[in-house]
């Protein structure tokens, strides 16, 4: 993998965290037929999922001065976690709003305040 934020995010974000998001977002998609997917699969899928909605979290944060000014200080991860549930809230579906706002708050929070493009190709697992 070259890209640092999927590393980061594979290699740090406890794996449950992607199995979840990716069993929500096969469910929600429809997806889920009658082998049911293995845990590699979810984690790609909730990876993949990430990258395609990269931009509309980055704007997410970007966009609310509130979550801007307290993803810039990072001093409260509670009160930043609590308010970026409550944007994602109102902007996705069916994904866990506190799962994504887990990841994204406490493992890939820099990659988005920087709007750093991730490549498809780096969702995919090497091992």
Known sequence: MSNKFI??????????????LGMAITIHEGE???????????????????E?????????????PKLKSLAYEQRDKQLLFS????????SFTGVPVATLAT????????HFLKR???????CDDES
Do not use: C
Not at 52 to 64: F, K, P, T
Not at 103 to 109: P, W
Not at 116 to 122: M, P
């Open 116 to 122: 750093k493009k991730v490549q498809k190709e780096d």
């Open 32 to 50: 889920l037929g009658a082998r049911p997917p293995s845990d590699q699969e979810l984690v790609n899928r909730a990876l993949t999922w990430l």
């Open 7 to 20: 590393e980061e995010i594979s290699n740090e974000a406890p794996k449950e965290l992607l199995i979840e």
């Open 52 to 64: 395609e909605n990269r931009q509309a979290i980055s704007n997410l944060i970007h966009d609310d």
């Open 83 to 90: 308010a970026f549930a409550d944007a994602l809230m109102s």
């Open 103 to 110: 990841l994204v708050v406490h493992y890939s929070l820099d």
